[in-house]
């Protein structure tokens, strides 16, 4: 009996780490309760990456960059890419696009 061909045996992927509400933090609660309301408001599924930025900006959150434009969406999404590839996520959930924010040098304004 031959082994398997290895190159066909198809990958594991990580699956996330779903927190539950009693670990999630008040920032985060507050980030999903706001993208809800916020997709509840407009009557949309789907966020684009410009309206999660609106959403952020909604709570007081500010780019690091220190501006919001253009390159602010370029470097979120190259953050959110980078995270997609290194974590085999297609589709990263809220809790996981907040703690890229995060460590990327979103902060709310005054808490420096």
Known sequence: M????SSKTPKKTLKPRVSKPDEMSGDLIEFINAIDEF???NMVAHLTLERVIDVVHELGYVCPLGKADADEIA???DAVDE?????????????????VLREIGYERDGDE
């Open 75 to 77: 470097y979120i999404s």
């Open 39 to 41: 997709k509840r408001r």
């Open 2 to 5: 031959t082994p398997p061909d």
């Open 83 to 99: 995270y997609k590839r290194s974590h085999q996520r297609l589709f990263p959930n809220w809790s996981e696009v907040f703690e």
